[in-house]
């Protein structure tokens, strides 16, 4: 049975570290990295369109129809749709087929098919041909308290999900998978009790598992599947910050503008890949800090990583001079050594860590060999 698009909504697709949403295969752990960056301002935007639209939950548990209701609902739908289209991962509902989608589901014709499909439904008779007819009526059955419920799964993953990524982003703090592991076993233990005042809860998701072998968006292998149909986005966006934690990927806020973006390996990236939303020149936080730390490496010559760098390019200039070393090999073990520099500048385990061993002559030149 072929799902609509708007009951795709709710279903993610998990294969080998990635995830798919609606047709566009992102890292895992995407999903809920860019719901913990919508603004502030959406939020409070959809808080008056969810309360509209939960006002049809009562009429899909009454079995009731109100045209004022529905009418009022469509109206906020469209809106929330909207909103949310401006952001990622959420874009596809501005697409105009889901916005007529919308004026179907939400309408009496639909309302009224409700006594009936659960008819059929409970009596098994649910083939292709009833489902077709009925689509709509099951859109707004299993859709409405979805988006009703957008506004409360956002926050709360912004508030409680938000608070945790911080702990996984603290700067002393390792970005590989034990680390994040071994933090998450203390926030959410695998022994716990409903209402002990803790966060524990969050490890729970109502959902519906199915494992299909197939190729995900884009790939060229086989592998397995596990597509996941969740009753809410709130246990939607979970799964998917937990699915991104088991494979190493963990959420970390941008030096420059603040926003919430994705690590997919264990380096202390410091800025996102975003457009800067306060540079007039449209550029991204990366090249900003890029220009920046050139500024300042050109500024601070006396720097002690500066000092290991001048130290092995006076050497290797060296031996080119006295025709010890080959310029070819030379030019890559200055290539490798500004490239390290570089390195330790923005990262300072990096740079308290392996760097001095790196930058030796010898382990320059053995490096460079394996790159010639």
């Given at each position: ?74 109206k906020a739908a469209h809106s929330l749709f909207q909103l949310m289209g401006q952001y990622e991962p959420f874009t596809f509902m501005a697409q105009p087929e889901i916005q007529d989608r919308l004026d179907q589901v939400f309408a009496v ?264």
């Open positions: 049975m072929q799902q609509t698009q708007t009951q795709q909504i709710q279903t993610l697709i998990f294969g080998d570290k990635t995830v798919t949403y609606v047709g566009k295969t992102y890292p895992t752990g995407s999903i809920a990295c860019q719901a913990l960056a919508i603004p502030d301002e959406v939020l409070t935007a959809l808080l008056p369109l969810c309360c509209k639209i939960a006002l049809v939950n009562t009429l899909i548990k009454t079995q009731a129809t109100d045209k004022g209701v529905l009418l009022a609902a469509g014709d639909a309302c009224k098919k409700i006594v009936p499909y659960y008819r059929k439904f409970s009596a098994q008779q649910i083939d292709d041909a009833a489902y077709e007819r009925y689509s709509a009526t099951a859109d707004l059955i299993l859709l409405t308290p979805a988006i009703a419920n957008l506004y409360d799964a956002l926050t709360t993953l912004q508030q409680k999900l938000g608070a945790f990524a911080a702990e996984l982003d603290a700067a002393d703090a390792d970005r590989t998978q034990a680390a994040y592991l071994t933090t998450f076993n203390e926030r959410f233990p695998a022994d716990f009790r409903m209402g002990d005042g803790t966060d524990t809860w969050l490890s729970m998701n109502n959902v519906t598992v199915q494992y299909v072998a197939g190729k995900v968006s884009g790939g060229d292998k086989m592998q397995m599947l596990k597509h996941m149909h969740f009753v809410s986005f709130g246990g939607m966006l979970r799964a998917d910050f937990f699915e991104g934690l088991a494979v190493g990927h963990a959420p970390k806020r941008c030096g420059n503008c603040g926003q919430w973006f994705l690590t997919t390996d264990a380096r202390h990236t410091k800025y996102c890949g975003n457009v800067c939303p306060d540079d007039p020149k449209h550029r991204t936080c990366r090249q900003i800090a890029a220009l920046k730390g050139r500024e300042y490496r050109e500024l601070a010559d006396d720097h002690p990583l500066k000092a290991v760098y001048d130290t092995r390019m006076n050497s290797i200039d060296h031996s080119l001079r006295r025709g010890t070393l080959d310029a070819a090999l030379g030019a890559e073990m200055k290539r490798l050594a500004k490239s390290k520099l570089e390195r330790a500048l923005s990262n300072s385990m990096y740079a308290n860590g392996s760097y001095r061993d790196e930058m030796t002559q010898e382990a320059l030149k053995n490096e460079a060999l394996g790159q010639l």
